[in-house]
């Protein structure tokens, strides 16, 4: 009987450390979950393109030919209480009409911004992500498409808040290992 005492006291007090490491690994995923589900800073940045815009674009099929250009119009509105954003465009492409929507936002988990872009001229997702230039004031975004052949393009893109009502985006693809613009994007705000 001398032994079980001790044996059920080495019992108990183990799994009491246990438990109580548990609930210290519970109240620091619970914490680490409300960090990452709150909208902080990046998202109040991003909440700034709320609203409807004029777009002007400039694209390059081939960087050794004429741009072509176009007008559109971008509205964009917040998501899940401004956790994310969709901003869908519409314009004519090729005197087609064109329709895209990019949903993006701010990774708390990564500390990266993201975008994903579809639209009715594929059937295809592009995925971004990348981060805040400070210096620049500029977001750079890098990842992958494919174009319509099945082959994989590294496209980066350079988003630049020029002032409240003024965003100028930039798009680069990269061709046979050299980088070329493909696309510009004035934004100028029509409404908030």
Request: proline share 4%; with cysteine; charged share 25%.
């Amino acid at each position: 009987m001398k032994r079980i005492i001790p044996l059920f006291m080495i019992f108990f007090v183990l799994s009491l450390s246990f438990n109580l490491q548990a609930q210290d690994d519970q109240q620091a995923m619970m914490q680490a979950w409300q960090e990452y589900m709150t909208p902080g800073p990046m998202h109040q940045m991003l909440a700034k393109g709320v609203g409807e815009w004029k777009t002007e674009i400039t694209m390059w099929m081939d960087p050794s030919q004429p741009p072509m250009t176009v007008e559109g119009k971008a509205v964009c509105e917040a998501l899940l209480d401004g956790r994310y954003f969709q901003t869908r465009h519409e314009s004519t492409m090729m005197g087609m009409p064109f329709h895209g929507v990019d949903v993006s936002g701010y990774d708390n988990a990564k500390k990266k911004f993201f975008s994903t872009w579809i639209d009715n001229m594929g059937t295809g997702v592009m995925h971004l992500e990348g981060a805040f230039d400070e210096a620049t004031k500029t977001v750079i975004l890098t990842g992958t498409a494919v174009d319509p052949m099945g082959k994989e393009v590294q496209v980066r893109e350079v988003i630049k808040e020029i002032d409240a009502d003024n965003t100028l985006f930039e798009m680069y693809n990269s061709q046979d290992g050299k980088e070329f613009k493909s696309m510009e994007m004035k934004l100028i705000r029509v409404k908030s």
